[in-house]
């Protein structure tokens, strides 16, 4: 395997870093300031729940909005821009390209949500919380959050080979808040008793990706622990996934005619 | 742009800001006034259903149990004390922030207080405090503290005391629970509605409890509860007077010159304690103490 994804790859954080995406860290910041500051004063009894609640949540919605608005952004800026050709003109492939693109915009993620995970462990500090054991269940949430954010990204990366970012926004979108509903769709084909319409459901719930595998913020910031065999599963769950996705892409962005 | 003509841009930003937003501030109180007492009385939950929020909420329920705790905590805030208020939003949005988390014990736990205390500290509504804390249990079957609170609703606002028995030493027997629980349970079946067992439960709940404001409401009960018994000691003492000079003493005084007191006793926060035309002793006319209504 050549160099080529991973210079790719760089290339693709250095122009994220470039067009000020890791912005969003002063806004996280100020808000878990505020939030540790405001939250003993206006409620009662759940300053380090907030804490934890809030700073998860925010760094999984930042994540999620990064990963779609720039993943659908990836290729066709390229295009638009007509760099993609001068690119495609050195010794690379295609799917090296894309695998570039996706290892690049993955790289920005996890160096924005370490630079929260920072912002929230300060966060917790302030409120007078001393660290123990358990809050290592808080960086297993944050790396399920990670596994979340490597799928939405692939998503939109899959879409944006053959389609606008408008589209692939809206398609993306549509996926992840489908795979949130993943159980319920599954759920209301036994509800209405139909075979047919059972078996339709539990296929669609075994193809869809189940977002809900990955959200444990609620269990963590009970203090509850979380099983090694969950984390495996996701990570494999996640790997599958998202090769599945790049080989898709892969398949079609080789095939795309970009005259 | 020429460099002039930039500079004259910046400082024409630099200026406008402040006075647009003055301007904006102006206009947002104008707006308030006509608003606010408007929203006030329009004051309501959109959504109502707590599994509807928390299909809504895509993930991020804990986080929304958080913002509507803290909506259910500023609502109760700022109508305690106010004479008719019927806390009708209250019960709904503890429901809808322990439905979208059901291990908020904080919500259980403070929202029954917040339900069963009497108007204008509360909603007066024992029942809807009750079935939150049996919600509660029903989610948290191992937290004792949630069997406390229940057997403190039965015991105190509802008087039933085999059922406040039942829930103390359920509450014994999870993880964790101090032996006072299974103390507790003895003493509430045994003699349900004494004095000293009240407050024996009040103490240990004031003891327990970090919050200014749910501390407060238990340091006036823990006087009341006090000002209560010195009253039932105070009329003890009457009758013995009453029995040695064949008349009712004017006052505390006399009791104490009559060597029946070792000194005038005060309420708990300092007020010497009155003698009625009754013959009975009663709390100064000037004291903050409230005793708890019959």
Same mark, same amino acid.
């Given at each position: ?24 860290? %002063? ?12 939250? #003993? ?14 700073? =998860?949540?925010?760094?999984? %919605? ?14 066709? !800026? ?5 760099? &993609? ?17 996706? #290892? ?156 | ?92 949005? =503890? ?96 003699? #349900? ?26 340091? !006036?009960? =823990? ?19 009453? !029995? ?35 013959? !009975? ?9 409230? &005793?708890?209504?019959?």
């Amino acid at each position: 395997m050549s160099a080529m994804p991973g210079i790719v790859a760089i290339n693709t954080f250095r122009e994220a870093v470039r067009d000020r995406v890791l912005y969003n860290l %002063i806004f996280f910041a100020l808000m878990m300031i505020g939030a540790a500051i405001l939250v #003993g004063q206006i409620s009662i009894g759940i300053e380090r729940l907030v804490i934890i609640n809030l700073g =998860l949540s925010t760094i999984s %919605i930042f994540g999620l909005v990064m990963a779609i608005f720039i993943g659908v952004g990836l290729v066709y !800026k390229e295009i638009e821009k007509r760099t &993609l050709y001068s690119v495609l003109a050195k010794p690379i492939h295609r799917w090296e390209y894309l695998a570039g693109k996706y #290892g690049g915009l993955l790289l920005t993620l996890v160096v924005n949500t370490s630079f929260m995970t920072v912002g929230l462990a300060a966060a917790l500090y302030y409120v007078g919380r001393p660290f123990v054991q358990s809050d290592a269940s808080i960086l297993i949430a944050i790396y399920f959050i990670l596994l979340e954010l490597a799928l939405v990204t692939a998503f939109a990366l899959f879409f944006s080979c053959f389609s606008t970012p408008m589209l692939s926004t809206l398609f993306t979108l549509a996926i992840y808040v489908t795979g949130i509903f993943a159980n319920d769709i599954r759920e209301f084909g036994k509800f209405t008793k139909n075979p047919v319409m059972e078996g339709l459901t539990r296929v669609i719930y075994y193809v869809l990706p189940n977002f809900h595998n990955f959200n444990v913020i609620g269990a963590v910031a009970h203090g509850d622990s979380i099983a090694f065999s969950l984390v495996w599963q996701n990570t494999a769950y996640a790997v599958v996934y998202v090769t599945l996705l790049l080989l898709a892409a892969s398949a079609i962005f080789s095939r795309r005619n970009l005259k | 742009m020429s460099v002039a003509g930039r500079t004259r841009s910046l400082w024409t930003a630099i200026v406008a800001t402040p006075i647009l937003l003055f301007v904006l501030a102006a206009l947002q109180v104008r707006i308030d006034a006509h608003t606010r007492s408007e929203a006030a009385q329009k004051q309501d939950l959109l959504v109502r259903s707590g599994s509807l929020l928390k299909r809504m909420s895509l993930g991020y329920d804990s986080l929304l149990a958080d913002v509507y705790w803290t909506r259910a905590v500023q609502y109760y805030g700022s109508r305690i004390g106010q004479r008719g208020e019927n806390f009708e939003l209250l019960a709904p949005l =503890l429901d809808i922030s322990t439905t979208l988390d059901p291990r908020l014990i904080v919500a259980y736990r403070f929202g029954a207080i917040f339900l069963s205390e009497r108007k204008p500290l509360g909603a007066d509504r024992s029942d809807l405090a009750v079935d939150l804390a049996k919600h509660g249990i029903a989610a948290n079957p191992n937290q004792w503290r949630l069997y406390y609170d229940l057997g403190f609703l039965y015991y105190w606002h509802l008087k039933d005391y085999p059922d406040a028995a039942t829930a103390y030493l359920e509450g014994g027997k999870q993880p964790g629970a101090p032996l006072i629980m299974k103390l507790m349970a003895a003493r509430v079946a045994e003699k #349900g509605g004494s004095l000293e067992t009240s407050r024996m439960i009040f103490a240990e709940m004031y003891e327990s409890t970090k919050d200014k404001n749910v501390r407060k409401i238990l340091m !006036k009960q =823990l006087r009341a509860l006090k000002a209560e018994e010195d009253e039932m000691h105070l009329d003890e003492v009457i009758a013995e007077y009453r !029995k040695r000079f064949g008349r009712n003493p004017a006052s505390t005084k006399e009791m104490v010159a009559a060597g029946l007191l070792p000194g005038v006793p005060v309420d708990p926060v300092g007020f010497p304690y009155v003698i009625g035309a009754d013959g !009975k002793s009663h709390l100064n006319p000037d004291s903050p103490v409230e &005793l708890p209504k019959p």
